[in-house]
């Protein structure tokens, strides 16, 4: 059985940082895309990053490009998201997600991960 364990999050500052972290079990994923979203208080889910497996090639949404950073390590089947200058608008739960048959198209579509963590709650405020 596939499981997804995100750990990390918290209440942080305007302009902090966090570190989350997501471990996978039940089967590697070095192979395949490994991803974070996020959804707000009564907003939708959205894709925030993901990256790819064996190329590591990265993609991000725009409110976080140049702020965020998506990493992984396959001997540790383990995404990490790290996260700079935090702004209130990044407050939500951060869900860890990962698939092996994605197509470059369909990496920011939640509905293309087949396995999903149980999420991690970030605030950010003064």
């Known amino acids: 059985q596939v499981q997804l364990v995100e750990s990390g999050g918290g209440l942080v500052q305007p302009g902090g940082s966090l570190r989350l972290s997501c471990v996978a079990s039940?089967?590697?994923?070095?192979?395949?895309?490994m991803a974070w979203f996020r959804q707000a208080p009564g907003k939708e889910r959205e894709f925030v990053s993901t990256i790819r497996g064996f190329g590591r090639t990265t993609y991000y949404a725009d409110s976080v490009k140049g702020r965020f950073t998506i990493s992984r390590d396959n001997a540790k089947n383990t995404v990490y998201l790290q996260m700079n200058n935090l702004e209130p608008e990044d407050t939500g739960v951060y869900y860890c997600a990962a698939g092996m048959t994605l197509i470059t198209s369909t990496l920011r579509d939640g509905a293309a991960y087949a396995h999903w963590g149980q999420g991690t709650q970030i605030t950010v405020s003064s």
């Open positions: 039940g089967r590697s994923f070095s192979g395949g895309a």
